[in-house]
């Protein structure tokens, strides 16, 4: 039996609820843990993210090297152009400071609250049709 049974990746945030609602609606997810100053969220996939209450808190300046990239997640999706209305829509913003290498493949964005992340496009493991 494993020691450790799961993981779960911690943003600290100045207003918790509202970063929780945004990733709720991007994984499709629930709360699945409640306190004052944590919010815990399950993605529909299983993915468990945390947001954590820091009056202080100030966002990472990627890629400007003042305040550092902290942490940087990635969500694998099948289709970039829906997942990218989808983190407009709940508030997410473009983050393309330079092209990436395969610039069609992922695409990067910031959350309400300034963490940066990557929406890279799944391959295909499926046999070709026809």
Not at 17 to 46: M, P, Q, T, W
Request: charged share 30%; net charge negative; with cysteine.
């Amino acid at each position: 039996m494993a020691l450790v049974t799961a993981g779960v990746v911690m943003l600290d945030c100045a207003e918790p609820e509202k970063l929780a609602e945004f990733y709720k609606g991007l994984l499709e997810g629930e709360e699945s843990e409640v306190s004052a100053n944590r919010l815990e969220i399950r993605g529909g996939d299983g993915t468990r993210l945390a947001f954590r209450r820091d009056a202080n808190a100030t966002p990472p300046s990627w890629p400007r090297p003042e305040n550092a990239l902290q942490a940087h997640l990635e969500f694998l999706v099948e289709d970039l152009d829906e997942a990218e209305r989808r983190v407009v829509g709940l508030g997410g913003r473009p983050l393309e400071a330079k092209p990436a290498p395969e610039a069609h493949e992922e695409r990067l964005f910031s959350d309400p609250a300034g963490h940066s992340f990557t929406l890279r496009r799944t391959v295909s493991t499926a046999p070709k049709q026809g």
